[in-house]
T-cell receptor, first 111, second 115 residues
Framework: GNSVTQMEGPVTLSEEAFLTINCTYT??????LFWYVQYPGEGLQLLLK?????DKGSNKGFEATYRKETTSFHLEKGSVQVSDSAVYFC??????????FGEGTQLTVNP | NAGVTQTPKFQVLKTGQSMTLQCAQD?????MSWYRQDPGMGLRLIHY???????DQGEVPNGYNVSRSTTEDFPLRLLSAAPSQTSVYFC??????????????FGSGTRLTVV
């Protein structure tokens, strides 16, 4: 079956620090990969996605590259801001299947 | 605005009461799902639907019923509320795609407390 493993949180950084949140997956077939962000008190929003190997998804300064050889989709940002404080979910989906989520990583950015 | 609309946003129920959480989308999405989110437990799938008239169980279906009579609506029914059902509930929808390349669009959630 499909599964997603995210690095355990919470993660606390200072403003302008470099961010990496690790995500690895197991899947049957060729999945599409996603990062979702959940700001306090809100629903999940799609942050970025990649649909095939070596694709790079990017949005709002965040990036993640679909690495088939290491089954990974790590989220990175070069300089985080206080407004990036949120919970980040890695997810995958294969054809016709449901979206499978990781457990989520809480990020807190301090000024 | 196009999207997924959930009502109500907040609800307090007494143990044993029943209620329906509403979810509607106007994007003509085939897939619709209900998740619950509990502290430290991520998102857990309750029920999902791949089209009108077709529903199936997710990871935690007990105590909940769903139906999908139209493409737009996917209500979630709590049959007899229990304190263990205190949670935040999210509805989500998406197109189907040949590679599953479409992510889900989420509603803003319903915060349910059962006392």
């Amino acid at each position: 079956g499909n599964s997603v493993t995210q690095m355990e949180g919470p993660v606390t950084l200072s403003e302008e620090a470099f961010l990496t949140i690790n995500c690895t997956y197991t899947a049957t077939g060729y999945p599409s990969l996603f990062w979702y962000v959940q700001y306090p008190g809100e629903g999940l929003q799609l942050l970025l996605k990649a649909t095939k190997a070596d694709d790079k998804g990017s949005n709002k300064g965040f990036e993640a590259t679909y690495r088939k050889e290491t089954t990974s989709f790590h989220l990175e940002k070069g300089s985080v801001q206080v407004s990036d404080s949120a919970v980040y979910f890695c997810a995958l989906r294969t054809s016709g299947s449901r979206l499978t989520f990781g457990e989520g990583t809480q990020l807190t950015v301090n000024p | 605005n196009a999207g997924v609309t959930q009502t109500p946003k907040f609800q307090v129920l007494k143990t044993g009461q029943s209620m329906t959480l509403q979810c509607a989308q106007d994007m003509n999405h085939e897939y619709m799902s209900w998740y619950r989110q509990d502290p430290g437990m991520g998102l857990r799938l309750i029920h999902y639907s791949v089209g009108a008239g077709i529903t199936d169980q997710g990871e935690v279906p007990n105590g909940y019923n769903v139906s999908r009579s139209t493409t737009e609506d996917f209500p979630l029914r709590l049959l007899s509320a229990a304190p263990s059902q205190t949670s935040v509930y999210f509805c989500a929808s998406s197109y189907s795609g040949p590679q599953g390349g479409n992510g889900y669009t989420f509603g803003s959630g319903t915060r349910l407390t059962v006392v």
